[in-house]
C-alpha cells in the first residue's frame, strides 16, 4: 500500500485544522500547497513528527474531498481556526490570526484546494517548531520507511505493509487532549512549502 508522508514541523491545530465536536471534521486549508495540489480523494496522508521528537504519527487521514476557498468560506465563514482567508474579487483577504501573516499568505493561496476528511487519526498532543518531547504515535520496525527527515513539499508516496492502516484504526487517538495552541508570535515554521 502506499502512503503521501510528510513532516509535520509545527502542531498548534491550525495546518492542519480538527475540530472536536459531534462529526469531528479534519481541513488541511493552510501550508503544504504542494499536498493540497495532488493529493486525491481516497489517499491517504500521514504526517511524521521530526527526528528530534522520535518520528511518531502525528496523524493519519484519508482525503475524504477538497473544497475550494470559496466553498470553504461560505460552508464555515470564520467558525474554524484555519478559515484565515475570505474570498474577494479574484483574490483573498488575509483576516487578522495568530498564526499566519502576510509572508505565508503567498504560500498557502497558491493551492486553491481545502483537502478534507471524516475519516482520520489523530495522535500528536500539539507541539511548537523545536520541540523535542515525544508526541505522537510509536511506529513499530514493520512501518520504519515512514521515519525520514524533512520531508517537505509534495510529501512523499512511502510503500507501507498492507495492514499499516488497519494497524492505526486499533490504537488509542488523542482527539480528547486536542487543543489549538495560539503563539506569542506569528506561525514560522519556515517549512510551509
Known sequence: MRIRAYT????????????NDSSPLFTLANCKPGIRNVAKK?????????????????YLMQVGD???????????NR????????????????????F??????????TCNRVLWSHRF?????????????ARGLTLPK?????CRSMRTRYGYLIDVPNDFVEWV??????LDKLATLYPRDNHSCGQCQ
Not at 8 to 19: D, G, M, Q
Not at 66 to 76: G, L, M
Not at 100 to 109: E, G, I, K, L, R
Open 42 to 58: 481516497g489517499e491517504w496522508i500521514a504526517a511524521i513528527t521530526p527526528k528530534n521528537m522520535g518520528y511518531r504519527l502525528a
Open 169 to 174: 484504526m486499533k490504537q488509542p487517538g488523542k
Open 79 to 98: 467558525s474554524r481556526a484555519d478559515s484565515i482567508y475570505k474570498p474577494t474579487n479574484g483574490g483573498y483577504k488575509l483576516l487578522k490570526n495568530p
Open 142 to 146: 514493520k512501518y520504519g520507511s515512514l
Open 8 to 19: 509535520l514541523t509545527v502542531n498548534v491545530n491550525h495546518a492542519p485544522h480538527v475540530s
Open 100 to 109: 499566519h501573516d502576510a509572508d505565508n499568505s503567498v504560500t498557502d493561496t
Open 66 to 76: 477538497s473544497w475550494t476557498r470559496e466553498e470553504y468560506w461560505q460552508k464555515f
Open 121 to 133: 487519526y489523530y495522535f500528536a498532543e500539539p507541539y511548537e517548531l523545536g520541540e523535542k518531547t
